[in-house]
């Protein structure tokens, strides 16, 4: 199994509520990351896990939450958000995170729309 | 912290044409430079990668060039094909964290 995998695919949620990703890959990879991509924009990297212990925050707001419960699953909780908090948020993971250079699989995304 | 450049925003190639995106670093310490393709509604997808002590490196219709000292590198892509067109990203990495800075990115138009 070579795939990242995400749910939901498309999610609408108002500014009120609270809301997970999830993320999840068995392909044994203990870096899981969380991006976010704007429409024509490069993804932007917000979470950064490694062996299950948060390695990199990108100075992201409080309103998202990551969360690894173990090393295949990757949660990103939403509370409170904004509508410019609209986007395409994708998950990823590598072999590993702090050394060398392994490749980033890509999961499909989550359209997240806030109203 | 890095800060990728990538060149030019929007190309546009007959069928059958070569293709060339370039990127430019800030940063020397950067030594990973993976591409990524990005079909309409598709995850990226790692298409090729560089290492910065290999200056080329070749995948069939697709290679990748480094050049150090400048801090740029390309993608070339010959004998496009509609099935070409997409969005492609480069990116700069360092050797520890895997945190990878994307180019801007390129939207390619293979016309047939």
């Known amino acids: 199994d070579t795939e990242v995998t995400q749910t939901p695919k498309h999610l609408v949620m108002g500014m009120t509520n609270k809301k997970s990703l999830k993320c999840e890959q068995h392909?044994?990879?203990?870096?899981m990351y969380w991006y976010k991509q704007k429409a024509k924009k490069p993804p932007e990297l917000m979470f950064v896990?490694?062996?299950?212990?948060?390695?990199i925050n990108e100075s992201v707001p409080s309103r998202f939450s990551p969360e690894c419960p173990n090393s295949s699953l990757l949660n990103l909780h939403l509370h409170a958000l904004q509508p410019e908090d609209s986007a395409l948020y994708l998950c990823?993971?590598?072999?590993?995170?702090?050394?060398?250079?392994?490749?980033?699989?890509f999961g499909p995304g989550t359209r997240l729309t806030v109203t | 912290g890095e800060n990728v450049e990538q060149h030019p925003s929007t190309l546009s190639v007959q069928e059958g044409d070569s293709a060339v995106i370039k990127c430019t670093y800030s940063?020397?310490?950067?030594?990973?430079f993976p591409w990524y393709k990005q079909e309409l509604g598709k995850r990226p997808q790692l298409i090729i990668d560089?290492?910065?002590?290999?200056g080329e490196k070749k995948d069939q219709q697709i290679a990748v060039t480094l050049n150090k000292t400048a801090k740029h590198f390309s993608l070339h892509i010959t004998e496009t094909q509609p099935e070409d067109s997409a969005v492609y990203f480069c990116?700069?990495?360092?050797?520890?964290?895997?945190?990878?800075?994307f180019g801007a990115g390129t939207i390619l138009r293979v016309k047939s």
């Open positions: 990823a993971s590598s072999q590993g995170a702090l050394a060398v250079y392994y490749e980033q699989y």
């Open positions: 940063d020397s310490a950067s030594n990973y």
């Open positions: 392909m044994g990879h203990r870096a």
């Open positions: 990116a700069a990495s360092k050797e520890y964290g895997n945190k990878l800075v």
């Open positions: 896990y490694s062996y299950e212990k948060l390695s």
């Open positions: 560089i290492r910065s002590n290999v």
